[in-house]
């Protein structure tokens, strides 16, 4: 099985307040997206904090800041960060009036712990931007092949929307590769099943496999 798995970098203060909020984004994060998410203190070393930490920014697909408090550690690291060309989410419980004129062009995400469902609404929308893009081709030719496969069939299903198209073809990617875009077949056997609405219906799901089988054994 292919080791592939998205990592999510987090930092923030070390506070203790703040410490029951980074396991519960933690939880949220690796169960809804299957991305591995930590923080600097997520393991024991001996090796000095700061290798670590850029070890783990460098990794890192996707950084979240948590700049409450305008804690320095935590804008050294949002430096380094930049620094590499990482793709950054701040989230702060802070007004965002108060973020250092250097980042506060940037949009931040407000959050309230007592208010997490709207929090969550909001990462979770910026989270699709930022791996959206990772398959923005393939869910194109993924709309192609749905509507062909629909017309050839006659097939009554709904094209799924990016949002749950991401959600389902991530944790996909985590066992296999993506298919190479300009390979039809591979197109066709990875993206109809995490394309259409309910492939567990089984007359879809019988559907889908007698046309992949009539495309193949016409090649």
Not at 40 to 46: I, K, L, W
Not at 57 to 73: E, L, M, T
Not at 170 to 191: K, T, Y
Not at 194 to 200: E, F, K, P
Request: with cysteine.
């Amino acid at each position: 099985m292919r080791e592939v798995r998205f990592k999510c970098f987090v930092i923030m203060p070390f506070a203790p307040e703040l410490h029951y909020f980074y396991l519960y984004l933690k939880q949220y994060i690796e169960r809804k997206y299957g991305i591995q998410c930590d923080r600097g203190d997520a393991d024991v070393s001996t090796r000095p904090l700061l290798d670590k930490i850029n070890e783990y920014i460098q990794a890192a697909d996707v950084i979240i800041a948590d700049c409450s408090g305008r804690n320095p550690n935590v804008f050294y690291e949002l430096g380094i960060a930049h620094a590499y060309n990482k793709r950054v989410i701040l989230i702060t419980k802070d007004p965002v009036q108060e973020a250092p004129t250097d980042i506060r062009f940037y949009e931040f995400i407000h959050y309230e712990l007592e208010r997490h469902t709207e929090f969550f609404d909001k990462l979770d929308n910026a989270l699709f931007n930022v791996f959206m893009e990772r398959y923005e081709d393939l869910y194109e030719r993924g709309k192609t092949l749905f509507y062909e496969f629909r017309q050839q069939t006659h097939a009554h299903v709904e094209l799924i929307s990016k949002r749950i198209f991401l959600l389902r073809v991530m944790p996909a990617e985590q066992s296999q590769e993506l298919p190479v875009l300009d390979s039809d077949s591979e197109v066709r056997e990875f993206i109809l099943p995490h394309i259409i609405t309910d492939v567990a219906d089984i007359t879809t799901l019988n559907q889908i496999t007698d046309w992949l089988e009539k495309k193949r054994n016409t090649l």
